[in-house]
């Protein structure tokens, strides 16, 4: 057993990239592997299309119905008629 919790794996990545995100985590105080994993998971959450769609809505939900009615409208027109 290792000294991380979780799926241990190896990456290839160029030399500048490795310098410049090892020099980040130290600055930051966090250690490669929690750099890489907040990187990856924010990578996935941005582009996770449910994820996506979730911070949209909740977004949307704010606004007040009144004042945003057309836009609202015209802007689910537009969706439905993308192909996804």
Do not use: N
Request: glycine share 4%; with cysteine.
């Amino acid at each position: 057993m290792g000294y991380t919790i979780g799926m241990k794996t190896a990456i290839s990545i160029p030399d500048d990239l490795f310098a410049a995100a090892d020099a980040l985590a130290r600055s930051t105080g966090q250690s490669r592997s929690q750099l890489y994993s907040r990187a990856v998971r924010e990578f996935v959450a941005r582009h996770s299309p449910d994820r996506v769609t979730e911070a949209l809505d909740e977004v949307c939900s704010d606004l007040p119905d009144s004042e945003y009615a057309f836009p609202r409208s015209a802007a689910r027109r537009v969706v439905q008629q993308v192909e996804w």
